[in-house]
């Protein structure tokens, strides 16, 4: 049964930091690209991050370069985002996604983990 379990949201101040995980169980990992997407409320759900299934190569939106950081660790099967000088418009629900090498598609999704950057 494939899982994505994403962790290490909640609420912080403006400027502040937070690092979320993604644990993936089910399928092989490191094989997979893998995506950090976010949603805000009332808004279309777009992509933040990505990195390859090495860890060689990333990408991030406009929005959050300079940072956000993704990282992943094959060997523990999870994917991270480090989130730093956090804004409000950084507020939203976080998912990770999983990006088929087989069928150019992003196949699975965690449940998501609110993250709320407030005064």
């Known amino acids: 049964q494939v899982q994505l379990v994403e962790s290490g949201g909640g609420l912080v101040q403006p400027g502040g930091s937070l690092r979320l995980s993604c644990a993936a169980s089910?399928?092989?990992?490191?094989?997979?690209?893998m995506s950090w997407f976010r949603q805000a409320p009332g808004k279309e759900r777009e992509l933040a991050a990505l990195?390859?299934?090495?860890?060689?190569?990333?990408n991030y939106a406009d929005s959050v370069k300079g940072r956000f950081t993704i990282s992943r660790d094959n060997a523990k099967n999870t994917v991270y985002l480090q989130m730093n000088s956090l804004k409000p418009e950084d507020t939203a629900v976080y998912f990770c996604?999983?990006?088929?090498?087989?069928?150019?598609?992003?196949?699975?999704w965690g449940q998501g983990t609110q993250v709320t950057v407030s005064s």
């Open positions: 990195i390859s299934d090495t860890g060689r190569t990333t």
């Open positions: 996604s999983a990006y088929s090498p087989f069928t150019k598609r992003y196949v699975y």
């Open positions: 089910g399928f092989t990992f490191s094989r997979y690209s």
